[in-house]
């Protein structure tokens, strides 16, 4: 493992040194550390790169560490990786995918993850993304994330991207089973020429079923972003899609959030609000002794935490 | 001490907000200032506070001439502001506001005594956000802590009353009490309440943009109380004042 490698590792996943559990380290498309423990077991793909993780019923509590990076200009790193979590499974998954550049040519991590949580399965999963180096060529970072949901199943998805990624699109899908539970937290940060989309698309399949999709984001510099959102309620069930977004400088953002109500019982809400920094909080901070800089900053800090 | 100086604020349409206001406000004391809707006074506070920027006139802080200085300035030469109506926050929890205004981290047992001041248990609001969760009457009680927070020099509550429930402001009028005993800054509030009047060293009754009475409570209560103001046209007079101490 390269040091860059090293310096993503802590950014993005919290690695710095052993770590204790489960993990599968991947480095310019490369496996480059696998530990399996007694109730997660990790095993390479055959047909495609990537791997298949199989969390059994007995792990409750542990934590599995799956980072992805790519250390220099010119990888197009694509993988494919199936999250098997068994009936009543409760873990954490850290994630995450760093991108460095340091030459003219692109540097893009692209995963396609699947998710199939049996019945009273629950999953936080958290995710960073970072792109670091000067060089001209692109840092990429291309998600898609699939997920079914058993009966009584939960997801929790955290995911978080502050800097330096030139491009991302991401696209999530989940399908819901009765009393199932699908719970996003998005938090984003583009400046510079940066574009950013993000595509969530959840059927509420199952009775009772209930997702809540919150993305919050800021756009500066001349970046660009897109938040797309489609709830459908096919059951009795509960969906919230709210998008907030502070703009700064030339930033652009577009909220798109949809929802389809096909059962009587359906209840979708979404929220969008799209704006600067509100004038009545930069003087409350400055009152408190805060530069108009630093009020914004901190804002800014606070809507992203 | 505060001076005022032939303070004067126009809107850009040339309406007179704030009109040659003259006024001396001395240390440590507790001064209300009262009058009618619209009469000027939360203007008066927010040229005081540096949030709007006067027409003409100065205004001189400790001997220093702040007219030109921004919020900021004036925040660290020691001028608080609570505002009439407090902004929420997302993301930003009452613990980290109380500790911005501090401008310091503080303990379990400060927090519970800024809270416990505006009639709050720290334990149920320090990790909460300043959003829309909050009551209206929560977030005005922790706008009024934050500004306790700063212990500063010059400090102005605005209608600090208006939105909190009555045993709320029954402690709050406490804590005014209190603080003028022990806290060696003057504290500015614009009030209409009685129970607030009441306590205060000395009363200005602002109207029509003007200064129309300023003195001693003693000399002024009265005159509020016999409904004069209400008979009178607030355009007759313009005393300007200086309290004496």
Redesign the interface.
Same mark, same amino acid.
């Given at each position: 493992m390269n040091n860059i490698t090293g310096e993503l590792l802590r950014t993005v996943a919290g690695i710095d040194g052993p770590i204790q559990g489960a993990y599968n380290i991947r480095e310019d498309g490369q496996c480059t550390g696998r530990q399996s423990t007694e109730h997660i077991r990790i095993e390479s793909k055959i047909t495609e790169p990537g791997i298949d993780i199989y969390i059994s019923s007995q792990a409750q509590g542990e934590t599995v560490y799956i980072p992805a990076c790519v250390s220099h200009s010119g990888v197009d790193d694509l993988v494919y990786n199936d999250f098997h979590v068994a009936e009543g499974a409760d873990v954490v998954i850290i994630a995450g995918c760093g991108v460095h550049s340091d030459g003219q040519e692109e540097a893009r991590h692209n995963g396609i993850h699947r998710f199939f949580l049996e019945k009273e399965a629950h999953v936080l999963y958290q995710e960073k993304h970072i792109g670091t180096g000067g060089g001209s060529g692109a840092r990429r970072i291309d998600p898609v994330t699939d997920i079914y949901l058993a009966e009584g199943a939960v997801l929790e998805m955290d995911t978080i991207q502050l800097s330096g990624v030139d491009a991302s699109d991401r696209k999530t899908s989940a399908t819901l089973s009765s009393r199932a539970r699908f719970v996003v937290r998005e938090r984003l940060l583009t400046d510079g020429k940066e574009t950013a989309a993000t595509d969530f698309t959840v059927a509420l399949d199952g009775e009772d079923s209930g997702v809540d999709l919150i993305s919050r984001s800021v756009a500066k510099g001349h970046s660009r972003q897109s938040y797309r959102s489609t709830i459908i309620g096919n059951h009795r069930c509960t969906g919230h899609s709210e998008c907030d977004a502070i703009l700064s400088e030339e930033g652009s953002v577009v909220a798109l959030p949809a929802l389809e109500a096909n059962h009587p019982d359906a209840q979708l809400i979404h929220e969008a609000a799209i704006g600067k920094i509100a004038g009545e909080q930069l003087l409350k901070l400055r009152t408190l002794g805060l530069t108009e800089q630093q009020a914004e900053e901190r804002i800014i800090a606070g809507f992203l935490k | 001490m505060l001076k005022l100086q032939h303070l004067a604020w126009d809107l850009p349409d040339g309406e007179e907000i704030i009109k040659d206001i003259d006024l001396t406000i001395p240390d440590g004391k507790l001064i209300v200032v009262t009058g009618p809707n619209g009469g000027g006074k939360t203007s008066l506070a927010k040229l005081i506070?540096g949030?709007e920027t006067p027409s003409s006139g100065r205004i001189i802080f400790d001997g220093h001439d702040i007219t030109d200085c921004?919020?900021?300035q004036r925040? @660290?030469l020691g001028i608080?502001?609570a505002?009439q109506q407090?902004?929420r926050?997302?993301?930003?929890t009452v613990r980290? $506001?109380l500790e $911005?205004?501090a401008?310091a981290p503080l303990s379990e047992e400060a927090l519970c005594h800024l809270l416990g001041n505006v009639g709050l248990c720290a334990d149920e609001y320090i990790d909460r956000e300043m959003n829309a969760s909050l009551s209206g009457g929560e977030i005005k009680r922790i706008e009024i802590a934050?500004v306790l927070a @700063?212990n500063a020099r010059l400090s102005i509550f605005d209608e600090p009353e208006a939105g909190i429930d009555l045993w709320s402001f029954s402690r709050l009028v406490d804590t005014f009490e209190e603080l003028r005993k022990t806290h060696g800054g003057t504290l500015l509030i614009i009030s209409h309440q009685e129970r607030i009047l009441s306590i205060a060293d000395a009363i200005v009754v602002v109207a029509d943009g003007r200064v129309r009475q300023a003195g001693p409570r003693q000399e002024i209560l009265p005159t509020l109380l016999s409904d004069a103001l209400s008979t009178r046209c607030p355009r007759s007079q313009n005393t300007g004042g200086n309290i004496h101490e």
């Open positions: - | 506070a949030i921004d919020i900021t925040a @660290r608080a502001y505002f407090p902004v926050f997302k993301g930003i980290d $506001l $911005l205004a401008c934050t @700063r």
